[in-house]
């Protein structure tokens, strides 16, 4: 029997969705000298995202795995997982680096085409689509959801290895975001079926308090300013440092899935949130588009209050993403490979059986 599909996992995905974006804006500030980045308010704001957005698409990926994987088999799901996400990076890797190029005359740190065809070296946010290939083929392998000695102890040593990784990174594919897979290992050794048996049993006021015990821990996290965020380089770090980060990053996933659980169960409040995260893919692909392009604007209007840049860039950033997945849904090859290998489209909707038991509902799952 399908089961029934769990909104909590699209608000989840949703959320980090807005903190990915808000991130971005911020560190554009950053980088135009509109913001300190000594400013407390905005390191702890920069400390609490990058804390909170990666592990959170990682765990939910995980949890989305082993219906998919399952369902497919192993040889099958990784042949056309990595078709697909070739496909993306290629298509993006161009089209962003083309933007790049041609709006350097207007930025602080040039971009040339050699920089472009560099794909060893991912331009900016699409580091994540190398990493996300990397990483599902060592969750295939160790399939941590299922029993047996081999699994377990490839569970311990995968684990380890991330948790080693923890703010260190190499400038090319495939060596950035070690320290989010140990996210998504527990995210598919723990399953979408177990998570949401064990939700749907737990009333609405016990979920709220795990999820404000999480935040706060979260945010105490976020406050140290010494603390090691999984993917920005900490050339200072210490076992203690990791050790917080850690805690922080473990106390948002509590925090949020539980705030998703609870506003699932308000079918009123979570609508536009969780259409968000079912179209995850398509907003963190193209948000950097759009928000790069609104602070350029706003700049040359003469408009550099904090409070707009932010407000609009997030606005930009989550609204015209989602209004180029419209507006190109005839021909969707930015999102998807051509009609000739429309077979691998299947295999991105990571989101478990759909309730009625038919074809999945639209979106291509987490970046």
Do not use: C
């Not at 290895?161 to 950035?176: I, K, M, N, T, Y």
């Not at 140290?224 to 990053?249: E, Q």
């Not at 989550?318 to 299947?346: I, Y």
């Amino acid at each position: 029997m399908p089961l029934n599909r769990d909104t909590s996992l699209d608000l989840a995905r949703g959320l980090a969705m807005m903190a990915v974006v808000l991130s971005h804006v911020l560190r554009g500030l950053f980088a135009a000298g509109l913001v300190d980045p000594g400013l407390a308010w905005a390191g702890w704001l920069d400390r609490g995202l990058y804390l909170m957005h990666s592990p959170l698409f990682a765990v939910v990926t995980g949890l989305l795995l082993a219906h998919s994987v399952d369902r497919d088999g192993d040889a099958a799901y990784l042949r056309r997982r990595l078709v697909l996400v070739g496909w993306l990076y290629l298509v993006w890797a161009l089209l962003q680096g083309a933007a790049e190029v041609l709006t350097s005359p207007i930025k602080n740190v040039p971009v040339t085409w050699g920089d472009v065809f560099a794909l060893w070296r991912p331009l900016g946010h699409l580091w994540f689509l190398p990493w996300l290939a990397l990483a599902t083929l060592v969750v295939v392998l160790i399939a941590p959801w299922r029993p047996g000695p081999f699994h377990a102890v490839a569970l311990v040593v995968g684990s380890s290895v991330s948790l080693a990784a923890w703010g260190w990174e190499l400038d090319f594919a495939v060596a950035r975001g070690w320290a989010l897979i140990v996210f998504f290992l527990a995210g598919a050794a723990l399953t979408s079926r177990r998570f949401t048996a064990s939700t749907t049993r737990l009333p609405p006021w016990s979920v709220a308090l795990v999820g404000l015990a999480g935040l706060g821990v979260w945010v105490v996290a976020a406050s140290v300013p010494w603390v090691t965020t999984p993917t920005i380089v900490d050339g200072g770090r210490t076992p203690a440092s990791v050790a917080l980060g850690a805690g922080g990053s473990l106390g948002a996933l509590i925090g949020v899935l539980a705030v998703s659980v609870v506003v699932a169960r308000q079918p009123s409040l979570s609508g536009w949130l969780a259409t968000l995260g079912r179209l995850s893919l398509q907003v963190y692909l193209a948000h950097i588009l759009f928000t790069a392009g609104t602070r350029i604007v706003l700049v040359r209007l003469g408009i550099v209050d904090v409070g707009v840049h932010l407000t609009v860039g997030v606005a930009a950033g989550v609204v015209g993403p989602l209004l180029l997945e419209r507006a190109t849904r005839p021909v969707p090859w930015l999102f998807a490979p051509p009609s000739g290998w429309r077979h691998v489209e299947r295999v991105w909707d990571d989101r478990g059986p759909p309730a009625s038991g038919g074809r999945p509902r639209e979106g291509r799952g987490t970046p």
